[in-house]
């Protein structure tokens, strides 16, 4: 009869089976023949053509092999391959690996000796981490090249190859890698010598970026060498790209925002600022959040998307630092008292060499129900908040040591009982205040309600600082 109707092929020919080779199956058919009164199935041509072809894929003849090893090294088999192959495999593992140890201790060696002779340190850190995936690619080549003698079967040898391809993909990926790192470290050396805090926020972050770029390229190069359609997975990926990214919008809005953080430089690492309710300084700046270290050492972790949008005020910029406060006097200081104090408090902030001139004030400003209030209202010229501490603070010593001088006292919040016991004001201290107003009223000469420029010149930069006593004094020339 004839073959069947439905396999596509001609009515005279029948497929009996396939037989996989590396370069695609090869169908086995029938053709039938006449033969007298009737006719018979015989291989076909193009199957007979074939023969050579799949001889050399699985006719394999062991020669010498067969003379010196057992019957059992060849009758074994695992996953169509034969015992003694097994074997061959194990060895030229273990031979790949020595031969990737040696090769790459030689080839690193005569790198070094030119690496030794360039006056840059990157290529030397860069040799020596480069050690370890450039010996697991040469053992991966010299693992492929023993095993091209071991006379493997097509699928096998196929299998192989691919797996070769991708671990020297995998090689050639961990080598990248650590040449990012090498690279990525020394833009961070060169770049903080010039600014610190661009450095630790910008190259961690390139650092990220250039090794997602590298795995990302290294994954597409794997699928392709394994045979898959890369441009329809890539078509696919582009489709699904819309849903992916409705799905991770957050995530998208928190990366845009990070890099706005970026380029925009309204903080960097290193820096103290209050963002919204949170204060404190700033630990990373990541693709998706920043950290904030508070005062009480807790870690604030923030999404960039908020923290791009908050209102951030950065602490470490400041040009300089405010010095304010009030200074409640008692009710019994006298309007002369109240004019000394403006006076001395002033010349205390024009002679102090940390004390800018523009703006400083002194100012009587209110009376309130138990104190006559001056307003103390300048600027010290420091960015560090520790020494602006020192140096409020010994401002502040210098106001009271002033107060007491007049002969007035700081108003309390409470209710006093003077009896008459007590000394009461000082009465000396109170007249010699008043004759020092009276004697600039007479001479006009009085400061107020402001400093001349003349009387400014006379007492600017006189006051000593550190005080005398301190530790850090130094006597003014």
Known sequence: GTGSKDDGLDPELERVGMVRTPQGEVPILLARTSTGPGFEWRFSADTVAAIPELHAVYGREHGWLEEHLPAPFFEVRLLEVELWQWLGLLLAVIVGSIAGYVGSAILLRVMRQVARRTK??????????????????????????????LDLNALVAGFLALACKALTVVAATWLLLRMVDVLAEAV???????????????????????????????????????????????????????????AAQKTLENLFGGITVLVDRSVEVGQTCRVGEHFGTVEEIGMRSTRLRTLDRTLVTIANAEFSAARIENFSRRDQMRLYTVLQLGYDTTPDQLRYLLVELRKVLYAHPKVTHDPCRVRFTALNAYSLDLEVFAFVDTQDWNEFLGIREEIYLRFIDVVAASGATFAYPSQTLYLGRDGGRDLAKSAAAERAVQEWREAGKLPLPEFPPDAIAAIDDTLEFPPKGSALHRPKA
């Open 188 to 246: 961070h050396r060169n770049l903080g010598r010039r600014d610190t805090n661009t450095a630790d926020t910008l190259v961690p972050i390139g650092r990220r970026v250039t090794k997602a770029f590298v795995i990302a390229i290294a994954l597409v190069s794997l699928v392709h060498n394994l045979g898959f359609n890369v441009a329809g997975i890539l078509a696919g990926l582009g489709v699904g790209g819309l849903a992916v990214a409705l």
């Open 120 to 149: 840059t340190v990157w290529d030397d850190e860069l040799l020596a981490r480069a050690a370890s995936p450039v010996r697991f690619g040469l053992s991966v080549f010299a693992f492929y090249a023993l095993a091209q003698i």
